[in-house]
């Protein structure tokens, strides 16, 4: 009976850590293609657009606690709340649990931002929304480290695919801040006879 509910909050934890993953990619790779303004009206539907950057972020948010619920209640791990709360308490994988937990109290912290958002202003809570990038790295870190599916293709094709899609949009995203940037000449001002 044991070994069927251990097979059962094990199965739940890697299925919980999974879909939080993908959530949280397709979060953070609607938010940076917001920030590009990748949509436009007449080439996509519409689709990349904030209700849906929430939408996802949230369901990723309730997909975490379903993962870090398995994780606690497994009686093979036999898990309690410091090794769940506090980084490196644990002696199971600390370096990645850890990486895990850092991730979700960031995570936290980027909420309470969002909240705060009216008296903190945009631009402080842009500059702290950064850190997503930081948790998406720290979550992909950690599912490598810990998995006990990190060996199958599949598994690593998904870390593989979220991690160059994200990389691609960053290196998109900070190719038109850097254009944004740089100051554009006049030409005549440059070279007055020339005008
Ligand atoms: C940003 C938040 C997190 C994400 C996106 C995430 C995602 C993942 C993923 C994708 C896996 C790999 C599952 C597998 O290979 O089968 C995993 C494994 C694991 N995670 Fe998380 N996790 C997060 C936070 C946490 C936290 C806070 C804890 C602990 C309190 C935790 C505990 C574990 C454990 C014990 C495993 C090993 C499961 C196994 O061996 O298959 N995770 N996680």
Known sequence: MNSIWQNVTWDIARAGGFTTYVLLALAVIMGLALSTQLQSPGRWPRLINSELH????????????????AVWIDPFTH???????????????PIWM???IVGVYLGIAIGISTLLRPYIGYK??????ILTLLIFMLATIHGIGTGSDTQTRWALGLYAVSSILVALLLIRRL???KKKRTPVVNPARQRPWAA
Request: charged letters at 10%.
């Open 175 to 177: 190719w038109a801040l």
């Open 79 to 93: 898990f309690g709340w410091s090794d769940i709360l506090m980084p490196f308490a644990t002696s199971y994988r």
């Open 124 to 129: 402080l809570w842009r500059k702290l929304h």
């Open 98 to 100: 850890a990486l895990g």
């Open 54 to 69: 929430n939408f996802l972020t949230l369901l990723s948010s309730i997909f975490l606690v379903v993962h870090i619920a």
